[in-house]
């Protein structure tokens, strides 16, 4: 057997001993790609994954917390690895760059997000595979807000009836987390200079109503641009639902990418995992769509879901409406310092390729908490078409 088989199995091995008892393995779950200790007091957060057309993946992070620069320049490093995940290096590190998603767009790696804690909107592009990038500090060249405060995480890119679908958050309704949040949708069509300001479109931004939920509904946010059964555009979005979690809501978009359409009536859906980040996909083998999820089982209900990523789903729709789990990926008896969480992930042939911003065991007592990650890692679920809830960890309690 060749050095990486060996190390593949030593991992599985590892991996296999963790759910059977954490106490006895610290080993994070994953491949490890970068480290940020409790103690720096710089969080890793908006994980990002893209496939070049070479083979190569390319991942990205950024750094919150109260030791880091997200409030005045934030920074994002950039990592590839050249062996399918089996081992990873950084190349290079943004500044000005904060929620960032990666994607790869005629052949081109891009990267778009804000500029920093509720930043205006910026794109660069990278011809060398993620090495260097373009500096966006003019209109025609990736800049493509002025003023005004904005908020995303690394979301999905869809090309979709001549058009290019990237959505956003308008973060200037106030003050309050999660109520100050606007959905939007950005496009530019197909062909188009992506770092020209004048190639986007922005639909008009759509504040929450408090009324809704039953007086329940906190906001909305980090949406999905998702092409629905009928062949139109929607934006799925997380939803602040407490105590009970576990719904998002699916925005209508024009055809023209400038009107924001809710019927609050059909709008919202049953969706576990729904308080907290995920990444819809669909798969045209199966004709379904796919996610990866953090539900919050039974026996770690509590008043505020958005908080409880201690579990980690795949689950899949025929119609983005009807939600099931598939199986368990991961799961830790303790909500309190461990989380895997706003999971990017691709299609990968009969694979599912990840990257989470993970909370673990580490040499120096784990991570802050839950939510302030101290790793990035990568994940590979193999044949993810062919799981159901007999492959969940074995440390994993009864799904009811």
């Known amino acids: 057997m060749g050095k990486s ?5 030593s991992m599985i091995f590892c991996f296999l001993v963790c759910f059977i008892s954490f106490k006895a393995c610290a080993a994070v779950p994953g ?10 007091g710089r969080y890793i957060g908006s994980p990002s994954l893209a496939v070049l057309p070479d083979g190569t ?13 997200e409030w005045q320049s934030a920074k994002v490093a950039v990592f590839h690895s050249k062996d399918r995940g089996v081992s990873w290096q950084q190349i290079s590190q943004l500044n000005d760059a904060f929620w960032s998603g990666l994607f790869v767009y005629k052949g081109k790696l891009y990267l778009m997000g804000t500029t920093k804690h509720h930043g205006t909107i910026v794109i660069r592009r990278s011809d060398d595979g993620g090495k260097s990038w373009t500096t966006p500090d003019s209109p025609v060249t990736g800049r493509l807000t002025d003023q005004g405060m904005y908020h995303t995480a690394p979301m999905p890119v869809v090309v979709h009836n001549g058009r290019i679908w990237r959505a956003f958050e308008d973060a200037g309704g106030g003050t309050k987390w999660g109520a ?13 200079d992506l770092l020209k300001r004048n190639s986007w479109t922005f639909s008009t931004p759509l504040p929450r109503n ?3 939920l039953d007086g329940k509904f906190g906001g909305w946010l980090e949406g999905n641009a998702v092409v629905t059964p009928n062949d139109s555009i929607v934006n799925i979005l997380r939803v602040e639902y407490n105590p009970i ?18 019927d609050p009536d059909n709008g919202f859906i049953d969706f576990p ?23 919050m089982l039974p026996q770690h209900r509590e008043s505020r879901p958005g908080r409880i990523r201690n579990t980690v789903a795949l689950m899949a729709s025929p ?3 009807n939600w099931q789990i598939r199986t368990i990926l991961l799961y830790h008896p303790d909500t309190k310092k461990h989380g895997f969480q706003y999971w990017d992930w691709l299609f990968d042939d009969s694979d599912i390729i990840a990257v989470s911003r993970t909370a673990f065991d580490d040499d120096q007592g784990g991570a802050h908490n839950q939510h302030d990650a101290n790793y990035l890692t990568f994940h590979r679920i193999r044949n993810y078409r062919n799981l159901d809830m007999s492959n969940n960890p074995p440390n994993c309690p009864p799904i009811k």
């Open 5 to 9: 088989g060996s190390y593949r199995n």
């Open 31 to 40: 491949v490890k790609i970068g480290y940020s200790p409790a103690s720096s």
């Open 57 to 69: 993946y390319v991942a990205s992070h950024d750094f919150f917390g109260p030791k880091s620069t």
């Open 180 to 192: 100050r949040y606007q959905a939007m949708m950005l496009s530019a069509p197909v062909g188009a």
């Open 210 to 212: 408090p009324a809704w």
């Open 245 to 262: 979690g576990a719904k998002a809501a699916i925005v209508q978009i024009s055809s023209d990418g400038k009107t924001s359409i809710f």
């Open 273 to 295: 995992g729904g308080a907290k980040k995920f990444t819809i996909r669909h798969d045209p083998q199966t004709n379904m769509y796919w996610t990866i999820s953090n539900p």
């Open 319 to 321: 119609d983005l409406r």
